[in-house]
Structures are given as structure tokens and as C-alpha cells.
């Protein structure tokens, strides 16, 4: 007799042996069916159109722009090699894109290679074909590869090609990367040389919907023309693919470079120093040559835009460190050099996170992680730029005592800020249960999750009892301030933090602000205004506002501020009373019928929240059954127009705030202002 186990293990291996021998009759048969004919050679620009992931990184809009981004390089490059002074960009309402340019033009001759085939037609039909190679035809350049412009043709429908070259015109069009015919000789022409390619993407790749976005054409080819001053960028677009406020022709052309550009990008920041610092220099023979400028913002995050050869490195890379080196390493010497003990602890972070950076480089055959060129890999960038940088900062720090002390003081504090993060990340871990300092006027309430909850910014202590006694205590708190806040537009870092009420509302909030704000430490899911419904109220509404916008504007963005809507008169009649918040709806409840013609209507006029009791403002304005709120949101404007907007109302220019109201005085008197 055999046991159950030893049975059990019998049966156990025949399982296996016959799985084994299924498994490899299988294998046997799967090599048989696998041949040579399996092998598919892809061949020309196939494989583009197959894997167009692989080249453009994609088929989204991101990718549909970055055709634009290959083509407008290349014309780039003529211009920084000092063969072209102008380029032209045109958006039709066909969706065809053209950019041109007056340089050397594309070579039309036969090519030594292909014979039957002009060096045109094996640049747009040919991977790896192109003039940057060798460095010869161009010093610095921002195509490398020799795929850009034959990726364009190959995931375009159509694409035309002409070239004013040797005072002849030259024409060949493309659909799907294929030559639709040889290359043309339209006849001489005079006063005219240089390439121009108009293409439309093929919706086949990325789509009917995908269509080119005015606005973002409009930013990448402005951005280029901030990058070399020495070209001029003439934009122009059909009205009829225009659905905001972008232009149909403009002209970039600005000598200054990336001054110019961060000063339009900082526009309505609060900066640490006056002057901005910047620079340019050019290594013998125009190779290594570095751009920058720089300013740190003491209202708004930092940012850094960097580029290589006119190409924008979104994710940084070795020129961006060498940046950051030359900029902590001079800093903190300075520091040393005027005996400041505490510059020993300041870090890159530090002085990075609130820098607003423009950097450039060009230098000799770069390499980039990936086609898309979002990081440049070259080491040799980064050496160039922190030697080149390090030392016309150490200069400008000397020759610039009060603007480095400033600069030095602020850094200061953001290492000390961080330290005392971290040494509170270290106490938070040690004891979760680590009570917060809160504000003595502060009224908390009592929930523990943050859903549901509601903090009150009320209008002055009068008004801070009423709405204390009228408020729901598990799910709202109420903070009174005393009178109208500071301005925030016109004010500097430094009174910002002297400022008490400022002080206690940011710590009321607890998510911090500018750079160290953290929308995830918001102690609520609501944060209302609450002033009374008058001139006076509005005023500090809009100071309130002002403040979140520049220090917390993810807070807005987010959909977290609202503005309560008390109301101006109480009317009673008899037993029923109804509430208007203002003299036109004063006048509509009074024609509505809402209460009867024959009766005497009693009309009160609030002049504050304080006058309110309780249970009038917990109607009106705090329960939310019965209440009116207002959401604040940033809308869908350009955000640049925004910090603009609220520059010249807020800031300290009182005609550029006249200016302001004058252009929109028949806005306001839409509105029964």
C-alpha cells in the first residue's frame, strides 16, 4: 500500500512532467510560426508616424506645439549665426502654420550623396540629415539631431517648402513626409532670399480637435526674440481662429534680451533689490557665450526659465546648476568678506527659491537628455556658466553695498526660515500631538477636520461679538481686525512681517504664505470676508483680497476665499421683515409686491455689522441656508494681465490708477456703480 502523501507527491510531479512536456511542444511550435517574413523594416520617415512618441514626445497639444518649436528653431539658428535679421510667423484659419526668414536659405543643389536628389528633399525626407554636425555650416545651434524638420514633414498632411536662394525661387510640397513631386524652379526673383515652410498637421496623428493654440504660438515666438536681441520676430494670425484677446499682428524685437523679459515677467512684484542683476559675455569666437538676469521676488514664488542655443530646458540641467553654484558660493563669500557669522548657513535652496531667473546659453554641439531637449546634459555648460556668472557677481555685490546687504539679509531669513521648518518637522514627529499658537482674538471652533469648516474675517470687534454669538461653534471660527489692513501692493517684505494683523491672520490660516505656503496646512475649507456694506467695508475687502492674491493665490485659485454679502436695509412690515444689500435691491423688493400697498414699511439702514445682533447677522450672512456668499476667482484672464491690473489699482501710482478707471468708466456705469 502506498501512504495519501507519498501518493499525493506521485501525483504532484505527473502534473508537472506533463505541463513540462505541453510547454515545450508549444515552444517548438511558436518558433516555427516566428520567420524571417515576421521582421518588418520600417524605412524613410515611417518610423516617425508610427512612433511619433519617440521624436515629439506625444500626440497632445504640448506635442502639437512642439512642430512649431523645430521649425522656428531652425530659423533661429540662421539668425544667431548672423545670417538672418527677421523672422516671420503666420497662423491661417486652415490651420496651416508658416514661419520664414531672410537667411541663407535650405541648399537646393543635388546632394554628393543621393545624386538624384536635392539637398532640400533629403533634409525633409531623411532622419539624421541636416548642416549641425560638423559645425561648420553653424557654431551653436539648437538642432542637433538632424530630425526636427523631417519630423515635421513626416506628421504633417501637407507641407510646403520654398526657398529664395542664388536669386531664383525654389518650391516642393510633402503630404505625409512623401514628396508630392521634384523640386520646382518658379523663376528669378530680386531683394529676396531665405526659406519659408508652411505646414498643417495631419489629423490622422494628433486628431481633429488638435488644433494650433493662438496664444501659445504667439509666447513661444516672443520668447525667442527676448533670447536674441539681434533678431526681429514679426507675428501674424487670421481673426477667425482667434478666441481671446491675442492679437493678429505684433512685432518682437527687443535689444535688451533677458532683462527686458524679466522685467515683464516680475511686473508687480515686490522685488528684495532695486536693479535687477544681469549680464551677457561672449567667449573668443562666439562659443560658450552666457546671458542672464536675475532678481528675487519678495511677494511670489521664485522661477527659473533657462535655455540652451535658444531652446527651452524645462527641466534645468548642468547650465541651471552651475547657475545655482555661482550664485550660493558668491553669496555666502560675501557674507564672509562683511563678517556676517550667519551667510554660513545659507543654500542653494535658499537662494534659488525666491530667485526670479532668466539664463542662456549657447555653446558648441550640447547634449540633452532626450529629442524633446528638456534637460541639458553637457558638463562643460556648467562650468562655463558658474565661472562666467560667479564672478561678475562677486563685482556686482562690491559695487553694490545697500542692494547686497538686502540681498544677503534675505537669504538670511529664508535659511533661518527653513531651519525652524525642519526643527518643527522634527518636533511634529517626536509629538503629534504638538498644540499650535494661535491668535488671542482668534475665536476657534470646535470640529478637528478641516471639512466643513469656515473662518470669518469680521470688520472690527463690534461687529467680531455679533457674528461670535451668531456663529455655528463646531464648524465656524471668527477673527475681528481692528480697522483697514496694510497694502500688500505698494508695501515691502519687511512691514509685511511687522504687521500684527497680517501676523495673526496668517497664523489663523496656518497654511503660510509665498513660498512657504502649503495649501494642505489650511486649518479650513473656507476662508470669508465679512465687512459691513459700505465704502469703507469695500475698501477693506479689497485690501483682504489684494493680500490673499499676492501671498496666497493658490488659496483662490483653489476656490477656498468667498466674501459674505451682509445686507444694507432691514424692511418691516408688521410681522415680516425682508433684508436688501443695497439700494437697488431695496427698490426691487419695494416694487415686487412683497409686501401690501396700504401698509406703512419700516426702513432701517445697517451702518455696520456691528449694529446687527445676532440672530439678524446668523440670517443674513452666516447660516447657510439663509445667506448670500460671493466665490472669488481669478477667471480665465492672462495672469500677467491680472498682477497688472491689480499693480495699477493697488500700487502706489495714483495715475496709473486714474488711468485705469478712466478706460473702464463705462464698465462701472454698466454696473450702477
Avoid at 89 to 101: M, N
Avoid at 321 to 345: D, F, I, P, W
Avoid at 373 to 396: C, M, P, Q, S
Avoid at 494 to 515: E, R, V, W, Y
Amino acid at each position: 500500500m502506498i501512504g495519501p502523501l507519498r501518493f499525493l507527491a506521485r501525483f504532484q510531479r505527473e502534473i508537472m512532467a506533463a505541463k513540462q512536456a505541453r510547454s515545450r511542444k508549444t515552444s517548438v511550435d511558436a518558433e516555427d510560426d516566428y520567420t524571417a517574413a515576421d521582421i518588418e523594416v520600417l524605412e524613410g520617415l515611417e518610423p516617425v508616424r508610427r512612433r511619433p512618441g519617440m521624436y515629439i514626445g506625444g500626440t497632445d497639444e504640448k506635442a502639437l506645439h512642439h512642430l512649431f518649436a523645430e521649425v522656428i528653431d531652425n530659423s533661429m539658428d540662421e539668425a544667431v549665426a548672423g545670417h538672418a535679421s527677421w523672422i516671420t510667423v503666420h497662423l491661417d484659419a486652415e490651420g496651416y502654420l508658416a514661419v520664414s526668414d531672410n537667411g541663407r536659405g535650405i541648399p537646393v543643389d543635388a546632394h554628393p550623396k543621393f545624386k538624384n536628389k536635392s539637398a532640400l528633399e533629403v533634409i525633409m525626407t531623411t532622419l539624421h540629415a541636416g548642416g549641425k554636425f560638423d559645425g561648420k555650416a553653424y557654431s551653436t545651434s539648437g538642432g542637433l539631431h538632424g530630425v526636427g524638420v523631417s519630423v515635421v514633414n513626416a506628421l504633417s498632411e501637407i507641407c510646403e517648402v520654398e526657398v529664395a536662394r542664388g536669386k531664383q525661387l525654389y518650391r516642393m510640397v510633402f503630404s505625409r513626409g512623401a514628396p508630392e513631386g521634384k523640386l520646382q524652379k518658379l523663376g528669378s526673383i530680386m531683394n529676396r532670399r531665405g526659406t519659408t515652410i508652411r505646414f498643417k498637421p495631419d489629423d490622422k496623428i494628433f486628431g481633429a480637435n488638435t488644433r494650433f493654440k493662438p496664444a501659445r504660438l504667439l509666447k513661444m515666438a516672443r520668447s525667442k526674440a527676448y533670447l536674441f536681441g539681434g533678431v526681429e520676430i514679426r507675428w501674424t494670425c487670421d481673426s477667425e481662429v482667434i478666441t481671446d484677446d491675442t492679437p493678429t499682428e505684433a512685432v518682437f524685437h527687443f535689444p535688451g534680451g533677458l532683462s527686458d523679459y524679466l522685467k515683464e515677467s516680475t511686473t508687480g512684484h515686490t522685488m528684495v533689490t532695486k536693479d535687477l542683476f544681469s549680464g551677457r559675455i561672449d567667449k573668443e569666437g562666439g562659443h560658450g557665450s552666457v546671458e542672464w538676469a536675475l532678481g528675487w521676488t519678495a511677494s511670489h514664488d521664485g522661477f527659473v526659465n533657462s535655455y540652451c542655443n535658444t531652446i527651452p530646458t524645462p527641466d534645468g540641467g548642468t547650465h541651471e546648476l552651475g547657475l545655482r553654484s555661482a550664485l550660493t558660493k558668491g553669496l555666502k563669500a560675501y557674507g564672509e568678506m562683511v563678517g556676517n557669522k550667519k551667510a554660513a548657513q545659507i543654500t542653494g535652496d535658499d537662494v534659488f527659491g525666491t530667485a526670479a531667473a532668466m539664463l542662456s546659453v549657447f555653446i558648441r554641439e550640447p547634449e540633452f537628455q532626450g529629442q524633446t531637449k528638456d534637460k541639458l546634459a553637457t558638463l562643460e555648460a556648467g562650468r562655463i556658466v558658474e565661472n562666467t556668472v560667479r564672478d561678475a557677481f562677486d563685482h556686482w555685490l562690491v559695487n553694490s553695498p545697500q542692494q547686497a546687504g538686502k540681498l544677503l539679509e534675505w537669504n538670511i531669513e529664508q535659511a533661518e526660515y527653513r531651519l525652524k521648518r525642519r526643527a518643527e518637522r522634527d518636533i511634529s514627529r517626536q509629538s503629534a500631538t504638538r498644540k499650535l499658537r494661535l491668535p488671542g482674538k482668534l475665536v476657534d471652533c470646535a470640529s478637528k477636520s478641516k471639512q466643513g469648516t469656515e473662518i470669518f474675517i469680521v470688520e472690527g470687534d463690534s461687529a467680531g461679538g455679533s457674528a461670535k454669538q451668531a456663529r455655528a461653534p463646531k464648524t465656524q471660527a471668527v477673527l475681528p481686525l481692528r480697522g483697514k489692513i496694510l497694502n500688500v501692493a505698494n508695501a515691502t517684505s519687511a512691514k509685511l512681517a511687522q504687521n500684527q494683523m497680517l501676523s495673526d491672520l496668517i497664523q489663523s490660516l496656518g497654511c503660510g504664505i509665498g513660498k512657504h505656503f502649503s495649501i494642505n496646512d489650511l486649518r479650513y475649507e473656507r476662508v470669508i470676508i465679512m465687512t459691513d456694506a459700505d465704502v469703507d467695508g469695500a475698501h477693506i475687502a479689497s485690501l483682504l483680497i489684494t493680500f490673499f492674491y499676492q501671498e496666497m493665490p493658490e488659496l483662490i485659485e483653489k476656490g477656498h476665499l468667498y466674501m459674505a454679502v451682509p445686507p444694507l436695509f432691514k424692511m418691516t412690515q408688521g410681522t415680516k421683515t425682508l433684508y436688501a444689500r443695497d439700494d437697488a435691491e431695496r427698490v426691487r423688493i419695494l416694487d415686487s409686491g412683497e409686501f401690501k400697498a396700504n401698509q406703512k414699511i419700516e426702513i432701517g439702514r445697517f451702518k455696520g455689522l456691528g449694529e446687527m445682533n445676532a440672530k439678524q447677522l446668523k440670517v443674513t450672512a452666516m447660516d447657510p441656508e439663509h445667506r448670500a456668499m460671493l466665490r472669488i476667482e481669478l477667471g480665465d484672464g492672462d495672469r500677467s494681465e491680472i498682477g497688472r491690473a491689480v499693480n495699477a489699482l493697488m500700487g502706489s501710482k495714483p495715475e496709473a490708477r486714474f488711468k485705469f478707471i478712466q478706460e473702464r468708466a463705462a464698465f462701472a456705469e454698466s454696473l450702477d456703480i
